[in-house]
């Protein structure tokens, strides 16, 4: 109970400074493939944890698919427009640094004034082979390599009056993507200095507290003592 409570102040920062989407997600082990198509996207890895962004956001949902993009094996930050509305992320997980962690997050930050839906998620390779024609390693069998796929809709209502021209600016949304391990499986690294500090302000605060309680029981028991004292006389 006490570690969701820190998890909701540490949120609480984030609320103040813009909008923050996340997901969760566990370190599992797949099928290692070559998809070499991979090599010029973006990586998330251990010291190298936070990309930014500038993306155009789609105008409506119907403008972006479930499905993994139809060209993935020719999009990149160069090209864009292969896979629009859209950025994929390679999540390097077989660092040793990450080794240990069996869950992530990955979280996105943009600011709050950008009326924007984002949708996360995460594929494993065999998810996206059939963009490959490349077999799989043998000389690494599995991995815990994921990719990420992050799309932005705009969810702003346009109200366009007559002879007005449309500020397409609108659409393109600065964002923050940062990959982190979940420590306990919930906590993520970013929000530990948080709760060290907390926990120092709380043992420093309770002993001052268990003193102050005290004096105040001493004190009410010589009240009680005292009024006993009077109605006997009385």
């Not at 997600?25 to 010291?47: D, M, N, V, Y």
């Not at 984002?118 to 815990?144: N, V």
Request: hydrophobic share 40%; glycine share 2%.
């Amino acid at each position: 109970m006490f570690l969701w409570f820190l998890l909701f102040v540490s949120s609480l920062v984030n609320v103040c400074l813009g909008d923050t989407e996340i997901v969760n997600f566990a370190a599992h082990g797949s099928q290692h493939l070559s998809l070499p198509f991979t090599h010029k996207w973006p990586i998330l890895r251990p010291g190298a944890s936070e990309l930014r962004f500038n993306i155009t956001s789609a105008r409506s949902q119907s403008d972006i698919t479930q499905e993994p993009c139809r060209n993935l094996e020719n999009w990149s930050l160069d090209r864009p427009e292969a896979c629009p509305h859209e950025i994929w992320a390679v999540l390097d997980l077989d660092q040793d640094q990450w080794k240990k962690f069996d869950k992530l997050t990955l979280r996105i930050s943009w600011p709050a004034y950008h009326p924007t839906r984002f949708t996360m998620a995460i594929y494993d390779p065999p998810s996206l082979s059939k963009f490959s024609s490349e077999g799989s390693s043998t000389e690494h069998p599995t991995t815990r390599t994921k990719y990420a796929r992050t799309q932005l809709v705009h969810t702003g209502v346009l109200t366009p009056w007559k002879g007005s021209s449309e500020n397409t600016s609108r659409y393109d949304v600065s964002f923050i993507l940062v990959l982190e391990p979940l420590h306990f499986g919930v906590l993520p690294e970013s929000v530990i200095p948080t709760v060290l500090a907390i926990l120092a302000a709380i043992a420093i605060a309770l002993p001052v507290a268990l003193r102050i309680n005290k004096q105040l029981q001493k004190l009410a028991q010589e009240i009680r003592n005292e009024s006993k004292i009077q109605a006997k006389k009385n």
